[in-house]
């Protein structure tokens, strides 16, 4: 028997096949030119939802959120369905404090001043000036503004700001070193002995603001500013700008919140330290002469010379121009872009806003009584550390502000100078790039239960006087000056050196009023910082009006009764 035919052998694979075929949870989920028909992925990654805490059953009890079967009772219905309605915005701290008593209802003391012991003061043109003896100074801590009781306050319990006789600008009693002596109207001010400031009680928060200063008693009319056969020390005077941070019983340019011009050569000081004037072409300021000569080539007005001083007679006007609180908040708060803001946005035809809204003014304020007065106490805003660090008054400078700096402390205003006049001449620009001091770059002293990063609506540039061994000094702060600078709307020198608002002055303003209410212009225009205390007298209304609405909001609303 035959063999059965061996099969014939298959032909060997060229190639070896795959286990399995390529899945689409393998392919890419982004195209691209070799992959241009990618599926997306479809699965999604898991999310696990955020457990809200809760406090334990006792402590709700405690508070009053829960009864004792452990439901939620209707207060605590209402209080939860408030906090839902509540902004983002924090309130001002509602504080337990007793009720006015009805002698208080609209009650404005008049300050008493004592005389100086045991012979009073006197100005060249026979004013006497006394010494507060019934006000509630600023201590290192704590600030003290007027208020009174009104009956309408019935959610803020009864108390709104208030002010101190004598009303208008003028410097402040309370707000000034104790042992500064005024004159009735608060414009002139001496001291007895060593170097003490006060601060006035109207500030520059934006646009630019103008007032002067006459030396009554300070560097000798003729002749040396020192006699060689003196053996006592000489008074001096001087004046500048300077923030609340800024202490009472140095000079005014002692620190880094303050800047000053002194009577001797008329030398800018800024941390305790000469500086010189530039012109209005030198912006930088930076590559600067270190010779005493360079006053008369940089921005010197016509007339001044190297060794000029501010003497008695003299009058010295000092002009700050600061940026929009706008751009201002974009510097604090870390936003400012060189590149994209380049204007100091005073010319902007609207206020500009952030997001969020108009910015929110908070004061924590208690009232108290004081000899027969009430006062709002609030905590004062403290030097900070790296304020501290730049106003080093060492042979180097550790610390270079800058709009972007990375501690908002040391965070400088572009578009802000000071500049300096005497006799109605222009010297120079003293100073440039201020240091911005909107929250956070001033904040309070850091304890228990207070809030950090607030503004209470008077942070800024004061006008600050310093006296020392008698200097007088007699404060303008506008519209009647004595050498109104160039530019100022509505104001003129008249025939005596006196500024006065002359008819052509008024129809002149009449005609810009239009522009000027309907662009904003106003605020990029000089004006007498004078016309702030109208302003702040306003701001007040508002913030008492938006703290009581808020207050009636969180009692209820219109749900609630009284």
Known sequence: MSDAPVPARAATPSTVPLKRPLEDDHAPSISSPLNPNAAASTKQPIVREKREKKDSLKKREAAGLVNAKGSTTEHAAKKQKLSDDTPAQPSPT???HPLPKEGFHYHIKQSAFSSHEPEPFYSPNGVELKRPADHAENKKNYRYVHCVADPLFTHSRYYRQSDSKPFGPRMSFEDSDKWLHFNETGTMVTNEKGWRMGR???CAREGTFYYEVKILRGVPREGPPIPADSTLPQPHI???WARREAPLDSPVGFDGYSYGVSDIRLDPMHKSRTGKFTDDDDKAGSKKSKSKSSKTSLGAGEG???NDHAREGDVIG????LPSLSLHRKIVEGDYNPAVDVGSGLDEST???NAEGAPNIVRDRFPVPYKGSMYFESLEYRAQKGMETYGDRGPFAKETPSPNHTDPTLRSLPHSSIKVYKNGKKIGTAFRNLMAFLPPASQPEPQKGVRMGLDDGMLGYFPAISSFWGGIADCNFGPNFWFAPPGMAGVANDADGDAAITDGAIKQQTEEEA???GSGAWRSKSRPIGDR??????????????DEIDFFMQDGGAGTSG
């Open 304 to 306: 001044f010379n190297a």
């Open 533 to 546: 205390y109208a302003e702040q007298i306003a701001e007040d209304v508002v913030y008492d009006l938006i």
């Open 351 to 353: 206020i500009s806003i």
């Open 94 to 96: 509602r504080y337990n």
């Open 515 to 517: 522009f000027i209410a």
């Open 200 to 202: 006035a009680n109207i």
């Open 318 to 321: 000092l002009e700050i121009t």
């Open 238 to 240: 001087r004046m500048g």
